[in-house]
């Protein structure tokens, strides 16, 4: 089974300020992990995906994460926030089938 | 490309009323999902479809929940009679097959539903 726990379901930073969105996943298979963003009344649209290549995943708008096996993390960061990633964000994992498991989402706050 | 469409953006009905929800994906895209968001909380699939037959739908309650793709293409997604607690986002989403490996999923902008 597959599940995914993100820590903090809102985060604040200011502007420039470092972004961390904690996510960290159970599997019984390797797993495939992404992290999403949702917009106010959008869908999802994909950041980036792991998929057992580089532990390091670099994704769109200066975002990346790393893949950390012992730890079963898989942290989303950005060096310096914009007033533009203000919003929710998902982290999900997926074995086999195709089926994704989202986490409960973190609403991130970008302070002027 | 076009993106994942979908209709209505919103609807308002009355408890024990019926709804249904319309999808579009992705042109090629073989697998369709069906999610729903809650408010405050992560999507969580409904049902699945591998081009017209259904993958998976353990988490679809089939008293009231029905979803059909006929044509292997486009989707809907019906509730009769719909309940105050099925208030939510119903999300669309579509993802191609390939080879190997997990696919990323695109999503619609969903359907909002509001339960009166």
């Known amino acids: 089974a597959q599940s995914v726990t993100q820590l903090g379901s809102h985060v604040s930073v200011s502007e420039g300020a470092l972004v961390l969105l904690r996510c960290n996943y159970s599997s019984s298979v390797p797993p495939y992990l992404f992290w999403y963003v949702q917009y106010p009344n959008q869908g999802l649209q994909l950041l980036l995906k792991?998929?057992?290549?580089?532990?390091l995943v670099k994704g769109i708008n200066g975002f990346e994460a790393e893949f950390k096996k012992s730890e079963t993390s898989f942290h989303l960061t950005k060096p310096s926030a914009h007033m533009s990633d203000a919003a929710e964000y998902f982290c999900a994992v997926s074995g086999t089938g195709n089926q994704f498991y989202f986490g409960t989402g973190t609403s991130l706050t970008v302070i002027p | 490309e076009a993106g994942v469409a979908q209709s209505p953006r919103y609807k308002i009905i009355e408890k024990r009323q019926s709804v249904a929800f319309w999808c579009n994906p992705i042109s090629g895209h073989a697998t369709l999902y069906w999610y729903q968001q809650i408010l405050g909380q992560g999507p969580k699939l409904l049902i699945q479809f591998q081009n017209n037959g259904v993958v998976d739908d353990s988490q679809l309650p089939k008293d009231r929940f029905s979803a059909e793709r006929l044509k292997g293409v486009d989707s809907t997604l019906k509730i009769q009679p719909a309940k105050l607690e099925d208030s939510a986002v119903y999300l669309c989403?579509?993802?191609?097959?390939?080879?190997?490996?997990?696919?990323?999923?695109?999503f619609g902008p969903g359907t909002r539903l509001t339960v009166l």
């Open positions: 989403a579509s993802s191609p097959t390939r080879l190997a490996g997990v696919n990323e999923q695109f």
């Open positions: 792991y998929t057992s290549a580089a532990t």
